[in-house]
Structures are given as structure tokens and as C-alpha cells.
């Protein structure tokens, strides 16, 4: 019998699914690679099949319009909520991309894997259409588990306190298969370890100014624009970084802008060094989504402007009142107002910095590997001989 194949596919639908499945793959591929087969995929673009493309373009264009929309992602992710797990998860798959659902099923059986690893729920799905049935596990990579994520699965994990007790009281979930681990940042997250004046320095940045980062996700769709103008007004010795993500035409636009003599501006497009530009700074400021756990994670308190839909509502709820690091503030003037006061007298700041401090234990991915490991043994014993 040759090695048990573990799947891990990759979805782009905004990058909050593609970052924790990088460093979970990275982190089981380092501990327990040598005991079994580890596939990494990018599920919809390796085969060149021209459905499975459009359907994770589709999925792209979603975040993208919800962004642009948010009644039209709350009215989504309501839908889903209301119409429950196995409807939403059908009308998602079959409606959206009927072709592309059947393509999708044809690649899960070639990659015939016996585990399949997710962090998104499209794959998911085809997985559970083939036979033999791999063992499925799914990292819900938000606060709680929305309906999609609901479907059936041999074990689900999550990272959010809450959405972990609202999930167990439900029937189709025990403590066997829902498990409650570290929130899956980035593993490069832990490398930086410089103090902020010395990355700074390194970035070619003033040491001694009030630093914020300007992020609204990879698509760069939000208020990153009216806050930038506002912040860049501003007669304080201050710092403004305001990354445009995928979003060019911002970026080119943002390159034309004039700040105030006491003020250092820096707009980025895609950003390779974010982890860099988080730890560097000293608020981040941008939509509620996971880029919240990256500023969290540096100490950073988070000043979140927009929901995109209850999802991200969700996550903001978990870091404005369950670890007690941001702040809600929907009007970007006072936003602006609110980071003015906060380069003024850096110590209203304080309380916000010591509750992401204190939450610095929830991050890594070792301990998902660990779960997730010990859930692949159970079902495949004879691997228990090879450790």
C-alpha cells in the first residue's frame, strides 16, 4: 500500500483562505511529510479547465462586490443563514458554476486523495461527491462557522472562542469533531522580531512618528482612499501607510497625492512585506477581516471602518469585545479624528495594545497540525507504527 495522500487545495476568494492554509500545509508538511504523501494544489487553475477558472474568479468577484456593496454581502450571508447548510451549499455549488461543479468533482477523483485538508468550503464540497470518501477536515478561518461551513465534515476547527461555543450547542457538532485551536497567521509572522523603531529604520521610515497602516484586503476596496486624504492633511509628525492590494488604479491614483510637510507618506500596491508594515506600525486601520489577527498578533490596536458582510461583522464583534483591541468607527472623519487624538497622546492607546499583547498565545498553526494529525491516525492506524 503506497502512502496516505493528504490534500491540501487552494482557493482564492480574498487571500483570509489562501494565508492560514499556507501555514498550516508548511507546518504539517515540516512535522509529518516524511509519514505520509502532502499534495499542495491550486485546485481551480492547475488543469487549465476554463469552468473551474471562471468559478474561483466568480468566487473573487463576490468578495469584491460585497466590498463594493455591503447590503449585497449581508443579503449573501443572510441567505445562507436562513436557508441552512445543505441548501446553501447546493444553490452555491450547482447554480453558481453547474459545469464547474461537475469539473470540480472530476480533478478531486484524479488527485484521488484519502484526506483532504480546507481552509475554504468549495473543495469540500467535490470531496465529499467522490468515492472512496477521503477524510475531511475543514479550518473555518473566521469568527464563526457560517452555513457553508456547516456542512457535513469528519472534524471542523475553529479559532474563536465564541464561534466555538455557538457551534458545539448545535447537534451535528461534539467535542470529536469540532476542535478549538490557534487562530492560522502566517508562520513567517513569528520571524519578526525587531523592535519597531529598528524596522523602521530598515523600511526607510522616520524612527520617532506616529505610524498607521492603511489596509482595506487585497482588493484595496473601501475607505483606504478618504482616509489616506484626510491623514495626509493632517500637521502632525505622523506616518501614513496605505496599501492598495490588487487594486492598481488606486495605487496610480495614490501616487499623485500631496501630504503636509510633517507628514511621511507611503502607498504601496500589493505589499509583500505586510507582516513587516504591521509590525512596524502602531495602528492598523482598514475593513474588519483576518488582517485584524496580523495587528493584533504585533500588539497593534486596529481602528475598523467597514463590515463587508456578517462574516466580517463577526470577526470585528471577536476583536472589538472578546479581546477588547479595536475600535469600531464607520464615519472616516471621525476615524481620522480618532488617529489624531491617538498621535497626540499615545497612551489612550494602552489599553487596546495590552489586550492584543495578551492575546499574543491565540496565533500559530502547530497546534492545528497537531489536532488535525492525530484526527488522520484514528482513521489510518497503520500510521501509528511509523511515528
Not at 178 to 205: C, H, M, Q, S
Request: positive net charge; aromatic residues 12%.
Amino acid at each position: 500500500m503506497g502512502k496516505i495522500r493528504v490534500l491540501f487545495p487552494y482557493v482564492e476568494a480574498g487571500f483570509g483562505h489562501i494565508m492560514p492554509m499556507r501555514a498550516l500545509e508548511q507546518t504539517f508538511r515540516k512535522k509529518y511529510g516524511d509519514k505520509v504523501e502532502v499534495i499542495s494544489s491550486e485546485f481551480y487553475t492547475e488543469t487549465g479547465d476554463k469552468h473551474l477558472a471562471k468559478y474561483e474568479q466568480a468566487l473573487a468577484r463576490q468578495v469584491r462586490m460585497y466590498n463594493r456593496a455591503p447590503f449585497v454581502g449581508y443579503v449573501a450571508t443572510g441567505s445562507c443563514e436562513f436557508f441552512g447548510s445543505t441548501l446553501s451549499s447546493f444553490a452555491s455549488m450547482r447554480f453558481i458554476g453547474p459545469v464547474a461543479c461537475s469539473r470540480g468533482i472530476k480533478h478531486m477523483r484524479e488527485l484521488a486523495p484519502d484526506v483532504v485538508i480546507n481552509t475554504h468550503w468549495a473543495p469540500h464540497y467535490y470531496a465529499k461527491r467522490i468515492k472512496p470518501e477521503p477524510l475531511t477536515i475543514m479550518y473555518c478561518p473566521d469568527a464563526q462557522l457560517n452555513k457553508l461551513f456547516e456542512y457535513q465534515s469528519d472534524m471542523v476547527l475553529i479559532s474563536m472562542p465564541k464561534g466555538y461555543e455557538k457551534a458545539i450547542s448545535k447537534r451535528r457538532f461534539n467535542e470529536d469533531n469540532l476542535k478549538l485551536v490557534p487562530f492560522l497567521i502566517r508562520n513567517e509572522a513569528f520571524d519578526i522580531t525587531e523592535d519597531k523603531k529598528t524596522l523602521r529604520r530598515r523600511l526607510g521610515l522616520p524612527e520617532g512618528n506616529f505610524t498607521v497602516l492603511l489596509v482595506e484586503g487585497a482588493y484595496g476596496i473601501g475607505k483606504i482612499e478618504e482616509m489616506t486624504k484626510l491623514l495626509i492633511k493632517e500637521r502632525l509628525p505622523i506616518t501614513v501607510i496605505s496599501v492598495c492590494g490588487k487594486n492598481k488604479k488606486l495605487f496610480e491614483r495614490m501616487q499623485g497625492f500631496k501630504a503636509a510637510d510633517e507628514v511621511t507618506f507611503r502607498p504601496y500596491s500589493f505589499a509583500e512585506n505586510m507582516l513587516e508594515l504591521h509590525a512596524a506600525s502602531d495602528v492598523f486601520c482598514g475593513k474588519s477581516g483576518n488582517m485584524l489577527a496580523e495587528a493584533t498578533f504585533y500588539g497593534n490596536p486596529s481602528v475598523v471602518t467597514h463590515f463587508a458582510n456578517l462574516i466580517e461583522r463577526n470577526i470585528a464583534d471577536h476583536y472589538i469585545n472578546t479581546v477588547g483591541c479595536a475600535i469600531k468607527q464607520f464615519s472616516v472623519k471621525k476615524a481620522a479624528e480618532l488617529i489624531r487624538s491617538f498621535a497626540q497622546d499615545e497612551t489612550l492607546l494602552e489599553p487596546y495594545r495590552q489586550a492584543a499583547r495578551g492575546y499574543r498565545t491565540h496565533f500559530g498553526s502547530e497546534e492545528a497540525a497537531d489536532v488535525i494529525w492525530e484526527r488522520i491516525v484514528q482513521n489510518f492506524p497503520q500510521l501509528a507504527d511509523a511515528e
